[in-house]
């Protein structure tokens, strides 16, 4: 934190000062010369986007360039901004938040172009999110830098209690962050950033849709003074749009959330708490299995977190600690426990962070301390108990059980010599599940200032990941797991060039991964009892990845101040390819089925057209590795949109299409209006109307 000192002359020469609202935040508490225009400002705010403290002799001029066009992100162990960093953390923004078509944080982690996100069912019922050719295992999901993840496993990790319009930003991290985030974070992380309204107030909002779909939520806020606190609650539910052979339903779903933040902010200390709740039942289809088309899936995720951080003082320490519990009843056949046993699962997360970093002439260093404790009660994951414990709501017992620690030291330096910034450190882990000594995964990160505009970074880094406890345990319905498993490791090395401007941002790099005791499930041709597929949990010995990433953003405002139309363009684009050596007559289940190549691409205007209108439209297309697996399961069932922060919205236009070519092609367009008072949806070429706020909307999916 920079903190002013008005008895020294402090004064800071730029020569670029962006056109963001949030610039000015960089120079509180400073003095400026413009030119040979001397201002002072008041200090009304911490100077929280500015993250470097220079130490000058009284009446020295501080000459470095600096450009103060961004807030705090997290892809160091200590808070620097998006141009001081040497990764490529893409951040998408609040404003890029409202021009997209999206309806839920799943799609609109497809607009990162390393990101993968495979949804099973409408509206993400069951959401796969991984980064860079992984699986959903291997990233870390965060919610305000808390992890949220389930040890039990990776596809539950997307049940989040937050909707769109509570999100500030989405911060994606690619590549190895353990020194960031945590061993758990083998290629990466994405953070999910909420915001709490400067004002107290409330809003409510009720849709509804063919197939019984329906949706309702309500957000309260109250602010006064230093203190805020936030509530909101959603309830979404639809009787799907399949059936099973037996005519029963198998794609209907019920989410519920609620989620409550609340900060307290003073010029010395800053304090901030959340706790939520998600609740979902949906229809499993044939997502587990093929030969059963009748699957039903329950979870129940709960979580407490308290953050607090000092804002004076040489040493900024930010402790964290945190609390998640989930519960998984899966139903291979609905409704039918006396032909196959539910499984029953409960997990308890406690975790507690100690991290903090100071500045002194040599940069900025950071230190910390996680401990997590993970804990399983199950019917089939971990080992025998010695002592039952009975299932709430039910006649049946918890039989199985596992504990385990994870235990990591945190170390970090950053320095700027000139145009040469560094970030190097290492992380130290145990783990007591594994009979695992401590093991050193270092990292170092390095960007070099060109010019103005151009900047080239390079980084090594490191990490590990646990197995889940599905991985080791679940040897059940056609699959034999491994317990002896061991952690999966990752070495990565990447190189490229950030161009930016007041008009355009523009990043591509080149990355090579080399994997160690991958972690996979995979078919080697032998059998079950019943004459199945039988697939095995296993280490693969090395697995090496190339690829190359680039991106590209455009204010289209700045670039042709003649037009009136576009506001913004972007494109971005991943190609990836895995050379491993297998076996002949070796299936992979996850880790060898990747995103081959994928492009995307959007436009958005929140202008007048025709004084009535906004246009927001996207595309993306994917390809996948192997002919077989399609990266969107199932076509949604309900589309929305979000309208533009632009003048005068009277109406809404909005177009999205969607292709994902491996042996199909689903398109999906989208018109929507304020036009009447009516609300119009087709998703399966047939009609409904209903009332809702004063809108129209059609939709065709084809």
């Known amino acids: 934190m920079y903190t002013p000192v008005y008895n020294k002359r402090r004064v800071l020469k730029f020569?670029?000062?962006?056109?963001?609202?949030?610039?000015?935040?960089?120079?509180?508490?400073?003095?400026?010369?413009?030119?040979?225009?001397?201002?002072?400002?008041?200090?009304?705010a911490d100077a929280a986007a500015q993250t470097t403290s220079v130490a000058v002799e009284p009446d020295t001029t501080w000459q470095r360039t600096v450009e103060m066009n961004e807030v705090n992100v997290t892809g160091t162990r200590a808070p620097l901004t998006v141009r001081q960093q040497a990764r490529m953390v893409t951040v998408l923004s609040r404003s890029d938040i409202a021009a997209a078509p999206v309806q839920s944080v799943n799609d609109l982690l497809k607009y990162a172009t390393g990101v993968d996100v495979r949804q099973k069912g409408p509206l993400g019922a069951l959401t796969d999110v991984s980064i860079r050719g992984g699986n959903s295992e291997q990233v870390a999901i965060l919610l305000n830098g808390i992890n949220i993840c389930d040890p039990q496993t990776g596809h539950n990790a997307m049940d989040l209690p937050v909707s769109l319009g509570e999100i500030e930003r989405i911060e994606v991290l690619e590549g190895p962050a353990a020194r960031v985030y945590g061993t758990s974070s083998l290629l990466g992380a994405i953070n999910i950033v909420t915001r709490i309204d400067a004002?107290?107030?409330?809003?409510?909002?009720?849709?509804?849709?063919?197939?019984?779909?329906?949706?309702?939520?309500?957000?309260?806020?109250?602010?006064?003074?230093?203190?805020?606190?936030?509530?909101?609650?959603?309830?979404?539910?639809?009787?799907?749009?399949?059936?099973?052979?037996?005519?029963?339903?198998?794609?209907?779903?019920?989410?519920?959330?609620?989620?409550?933040?609340?900060?307290?902010?003073?010029?010395?200390?800053?304090?901030?708490?959340?706790?939520?709740?998600?609740?979902?039942?949906?229809?499993?289809?044939?997502?587990?299995?093929?030969?059963?088309?009748?699957?039903?899936?329950?979870?129940l995720k709960t979580f407490l977190s308290l953050k607090g951080e000092n804002r004076s003082g040489l040493l900024h320490f930010r402790p964290a600690i945190y609390w998640n519990h989930q519960e998984d009843r899966f139903?291979?056949?609905?409704?039918?426990?006396?032909?196959?046993?539910?499984?029953?699962?409960?997990?308890?997360?406690?975790?507690?962070?100690?991290?903090?970093?100071?500045?002194?002439?040599l940069g900025r260093t950071?230190?910390?301390?996680?401990?997590?404790n993970e804990d399983i009660l199950s019917t089939n994951l971990g080992d025998p108990l010695d002592r039952k414990h009975a299932i709430h709501g039910t006649e049946r017992f918890y039989t199985n059980g596992l504990n385990r620690t994870n235990l990591q030291l945190f170390l970090e330096h950053n320095i700027a010599l000139g145009p040469l910034f560094v970030s190097a450190g290492l992380t130290a882990a145990k783990n007591t599940q594994a009979d695992m000594d401590w093991r050193v995964y270092p990292g170092i990160d390095m960007s070099l200032r060109l010019d103005s505009h151009w900047q080239a970074f390079a980084n090594f880094n490191t990490s590990l990941r646990m197995p889940s406890f599905t991985e080791l345990y679940y040897s059940v319905g056609g699959h034999k797991a491994d317990?002896?498993?061991?952690?999966?490791?990752?070495?990565?090395?990447?190189?490229g060039l950030r161009y930016t401007s007041r008009a355009i941002e523009a990043k591509a790099s080149a990355f090579y991964n080399r994997h160690r005791n991958l972690i996979d499930w995979i078919s080697d041709g032998e059998t079950d009892e019943t004459g199945g597929t039988l697939w095995k949990s296993v280490n693969f010995g090395h697995i090496k990845a190339l690829g190359v990433q680039a991106s590209l953003q455009a204010d289209m405002r700045q670039l042709l101040p003649g037009q009136h139309f576009f506001d913004r363009f972007s494109l971005g684009y991943t190609w990836l390819n895995q050379r491993e050596n297998l076996p002949?007559?070796?299936?992979?289940?996850?880790?060898?089925?990747?995103?081959?190549?994928?492009?995307?691409?959007?436009?958005?205007?929140?202008?007048?057209?025709?004084?009535a209108w906004a246009i927001a439209c996207s595309t993306a297309w994917e390809a996948t590795s192997t002919p077989t697996t399609c990266a969107t399961a199932t076509p949604p069932m309900v589309c929305s949109t979000r309208a533009c922060n632009g003048p005068k919205r009277d109406g809404t236009l909005t177009s999205r299409a969607t292709t994902c070519w491996t042996r199909s092609i689903a398109t999906m367009a989208m018109w929507h209006s304020r036009a009447s008072g009516w609300w119009l949806e087709s998703p399966s070429r047939s009609f409904s109307a209903v009332k809702h706020h004063r809108d129209v909307k059609y939709t065709i999916i084809r």
């Not at 317990?483 to 990565?492: D, G, I």
């Open 483 to 495: 317990r002896h498993l061991k952690p999966e490791e990752l070495s990565a090395v990447e190189g």
């Open 15 to 44: 020569k670029q000062f962006n056109n963001h609202g949030y610039s000015l935040f960089s120079v509180l508490g400073k003095e400026v010369i413009i030119g040979v225009l001397s201002v002072a400002t008041l200090r009304c």
């Open 584 to 611: 002949e007559g070796i299936v992979s289940q996850y880790a060898l089925e990747y995103l081959k190549n994928k492009f995307s691409a959007q436009a958005a205007s929140c202008r007048n057209w025709l004084s």
């Open 199 to 299: 004002k107290s107030g409330a809003t409510a909002h009720l849709e509804g849709g063919s197939y019984g779909y329906l949706a309702a939520g309500a957000h309260g806020n109250i602010s006064y003074q230093r203190w805020r606190n936030q509530l909101s609650a959603t309830y979404l539910r639809s009787d799907g749009y399949q059936r099973s052979k037996a005519g029963s339903l198998n794609s209907d779903y019920r989410t519920a959330k609620a989620f409550y933040q609340g900060q307290y902010d003073d010029p010395n200390v800053a304090l901030r708490w959340q706790a939520g709740l998600s609740s979902k039942d949906y229809g499993s289809n044939t997502y587990y299995s093929a030969r059963f088309d009748d699957q039903f899936e329950h979870t």
């Open 331 to 361: 139903e291979l056949i609905r409704g039918s426990e006396a032909k196959v046993p539910y499984n029953y699962h409960r997990t308890e997360v406690f975790g507690l962070n100690l991290n903090a970093y100071f500045d002194w002439t």
């Open 366 to 372: 950071a230190f910390g301390a996680e401990m997590r």
